[in-house]
């Protein structure tokens, strides 16, 4: 959505503002990552802050895998 010059990565489904909503509720809901959100161009987007010195790979291969759980489970039109 927006270019990356920090560890700051902003992104969306391809759907509408209510269903990014739900992504950002559930993968915060599971209290295993913690995501933002912000509006890019009107646009609801969901925000990745990956700067932490203790970051792993691990880490964000989680936050992949949590987001991508909690994505197929949302019904978009």
């Not at 927006?2 to 950002?24: E, K, M, Q, Y």
């Not at 990956?50 to 909690?70: F, V, Y």
């Amino acid at each position: 959505m927006a270019a990356h010059p920090f560890s700051l990565v902003c992104f969306r489904l391809r759907a509408d503002d209510d269903a990014n909503a739900a992504l950002l509720a559930g993968v915060n809901g599971t209290g295993r990552v913690h995501l933002t959100h912000t509006r890019v161009a009107g646009r609801y987007t969901l925000r990745l802050a990956i700067g932490s010195p203790q970051s792993t790979e691990a880490h964000i291969d989680e936050a992949w895998r949590l987001l991508t759980e909690k994505a197929n489970t949302l019904q978009t039109p």
